[in-house]
């Protein structure tokens, strides 16, 4: 990582040596804790540690959760000896000791905000990251707008740029850029519309049906009495 300053970082692996404690939450100097985190005294692991910005798959050792142990001390410590470490400084010692065995914490608790620099060491530590290779793009720092070339296709071009020259009213909606966004949607079937439903038959207007008996419309028709005989 091309950082003279790392050479004393190993001097943290005296942690797993201080066993007059039961566990540790170790906080790097660096680091500004807005509250203290005795939570993380609660954790039932004897190794915890938050994911690093630069490489998720590994852990950053600025904050870590452990238990004191002098048989990981001494494996720790000749690991040092032996210069054993991706980044030549403890994160990397402590990434290759413990691998994946040991409990992800929240990466609030360790925000890294510089993630350029941390990811190269365990990319390259890593051979088989070759082969699923990302791209990175540049930003360019030029603020002037994009001038499309000729090759492309007209009705875009610029389009985007004539917006913002007459923008619209609060009250108003966006105006349309493409053709399509005020185009009606076409039907995709057409079908004939129903018949009109047959007139009721009222009786008025028309024939009036047979009255029953004889009797013509408009006269009174004889009503038989009951008399005493």
């Not at 100097?29 to 540690?49: G, N």
Request: net charge negative; hydrophobic share 30%.
């Amino acid at each position: 990582m091309n950082r003279a300053d790392l050479h004393s970082a190993f001097t943290k692996i005296a942690l797993w040596n201080q066993t007059q404690f039961s566990k540790i939450v170790y906080v790097d100097a660096d680091i500004v804790a807005y509250r203290a985190p005795e939570e993380l005294f609660d954790i039932d692991a004897p190794f915890s540690a938050a994911p690093d910005i630069g490489w998720p798959d590994i852990f950053n050792s600025g904050v870590m959760v452990l238990t004191p142990d002098e048989t990981e001390y001494a494996r720790l410590a000749d690991l040092a000896d032996r210069g054993v470490s991706f980044d030549g400084a403890d994160q990397g010692l402590l990434n290759q000791h413990f691998g994946t065995n040991y409990n992800r914490i929240s990466f609030t608790y360790n925000v890294t905000p510089s993630a350029h620099y941390q990811q190269p060491p365990p990319r390259d530590s890593r051979p088989e990251a070759e082969k699923f290779p990302d791209t990175r793009y540049e930003m360019s720092r030029d603020t002037t707008p994009f001038v499309p070339p000729v090759r492309y296709p007209s009705p875009p071009r610029d389009m985007w740029y004539q917006v913002p020259v007459d923008p619209p009213k609060p009250t108003e909606k966006p105006r349309a850029i493409f053709p399509w966004e005020t185009n009606q949607p076409q039907p995709t079937r057409v079908f004939a519309d129903p018949p009109p439903p047959p007139p009721l038959e009222t009786g008025f207007g028309s024939s009036p049906p047979p009255r029953i008996g004889g009797s013509p419309w408009g006269q009174p028709r004889p009503c038989l009495k009951a008399g005493i005989a």
